[in-house]
């Protein structure tokens, strides 16, 4: 069964790992339509969240709900219709587009910059540039989950989000939410702005 993605009680070492787990999620729902297992599990995932109030809660239950109410078929058409297709898509996934207006710009420069510096660099067999999405998701989960405490660190993981990501997601949950065919990703999109705001908070008080 698939967690609730949201912080317990029990310690930060929870905390830190339901973060890197649900950066992971919405990497996977963002890089591709989602699998069948995939979307299996999602809809047994408890929506009760362990900690009463948790911000989460509301979007990962309605998330939840939205998977069990449509077809493994019709999410993998959502997808291709919002983000897929030949040439423009409905929506972009690239942070270059919503920082500068036009794909492939100086965000984009300046984010292999940064990867550079953090040892990383995208696996040639990956179409899609750095700024996708997906991408950026799996960079925070890094952040949060490797093992080099030099480079998985708050720190880090505080520049990297504000510099690379906090400026533009919620452009893209706005994007995503207007188009008229999306459902399941409009749950997406919601999730994705609540934990954005959570994590924004987060950060807010390491100042």
Known sequence: MMPLPESSASGALDEETARAELYGLLALLYYAPPEPEFIA?????????????????????????????????AMVQEYNTLFG???????????????????????????RTELTSLGLARDEAMSDTEDHMAYLCEVMRYLIAGDDVAVANLTRQQSFFADHMQSWVVQLCDAIQKHP?????????????AFMNVEAQGFDMLA
């Not at 999602?42 to 239950?61: K, N």
């Not at 030949?86 to 420069?109: D, I, T």
Request: hydrophobic residues 40%; neutral net charge; proline residues 5%.
């Open 41 to 73: 599990n999602l809809r047994v995932a408890t929506t009760e969240s362990p900690a009463a109030g948790a911000f989460l809660e509301e979007p990962w239950r309605a998330l939840v709900g939205v998977a069990r109410d449509m077809t493994d078929d």
């Open 85 to 111: 297709g030949v040439g423009k898509p409905e929506v972009y996934l690239y942070g270059s587009h919503y920082l500068s207006g036009f794909l492939n710009e100086k965000p984009l420069a300046r984010l």
């Open 181 to 193: 065919r999306a459902r399941f990703y409009a749950a997406v999109a919601e999730l994705t702005r």
